[in-house]
């Protein structure tokens, strides 16, 4: 029989499958997922619109507080707002105006479940009849100081009606800071800023045909990174928005970009939400709630702190069946 020494012995690292019984593995296991790692992306919808249902989580206002209600329930314990915008100009009048569908909703999901984290998005793709996130000069050029006040404005809005966290959309150098010092100004000092690390997708898709943000001329690509460089850019401008002030990132797609979230991770210490945008949502489906499951827990064990994906529900009540 051979005997290994001290010094053959190889050394312990970590749980072996074919050795450890199984209220062992369990002592040391811990849960790939659970519904507090998850977010739900909520999309306000005008009544009776034809698009209501396509994606989960789109609803008219009537609707919200059912469907926040539920997901309190499951104990998912974040939402990321959306409004279809009404009024829309060249200005983006209606994202500033009293009572408008995002203010409503807010505060909608703040009566119904005061104990979830909302988070809105800040841009005037929803709000602008040109689709574009930015406003602009007469010459067309990009209008720094309007673009800043307008999400700025609409960031103090947000916070008075509730909202725990903004998240500047458009990657527009200069924003993060315009909307951190109007919340501050404002006193609100203890809203979140969560800006947008977007990498430029066809994942985009579903969610710009419902909520009609598909810009009316010309694309994005200039206010989102290039997935080809998608490594080394992401983290650059990371570091640009923390320097400005962010609070936490929001990475998105995840999909197709596991491999920057893992970068992403590895360089930055603040909060990371990876955002499973709505072209994912098919392919989810196929994989079935199981799929779903491991796919998020993926996202989690590769950096994310929390996961925002129209799979939350699904996802949640899953899990809880598989608890019982």
Known sequence: MTVLSESTAPPPDGINPSRARDVVRALY???PLTAAALSAPLLCLPDGDEGQGSLPGSVQLSDVPATVARWAELGINGTKLFAFGHDRDNRAS????????????IEAVKQTAPRTAVTTEVCGCSWTDHGQCVLRTDAGEIDLEATYNLM???????????????SPTAMLDGSVAAVRRALDDEGHRDVGVNPNLAIHTTLYGPFKALMRT????????GLQLEPGRAQQDTI?????WTAEGA?????????????????LRDDQRVPIVAY???GEW????????????????????????QVLTFAAQTVAEYLEASRA
């Open 29 to 31: 296991g811990r849960p």
């Open 94 to 105: 209606g994202a500033v105006t009293l009572g408008n569908r995002m203010i409503r909703t």
């Open 236 to 240: 650059l401008q990371a570091r640009r």
């Open 247 to 263: 609070d936490s990132l929001t990475l998105q797609p995840v999909m197709t970009t596991g491999d920057v979230l893992v970068r």
């Open 152 to 166: 700025g404005t609409m960031a103090v809005m947000h916070a008075e009606a509730g909202a725990d966290v903004v």
């Open 214 to 221: 598909d810009p009316r001329a010309g694309h994005r690509r």
């Open 276 to 278: 499973s945008t709505s």
């Open 282 to 305: 098919a392919a989810l489906q196929a994989l079935g709630p199981a799929g779903m499951t491991e796919y998020l827990a993926m996202l989690v064990r590769s950096g994310a702190d």
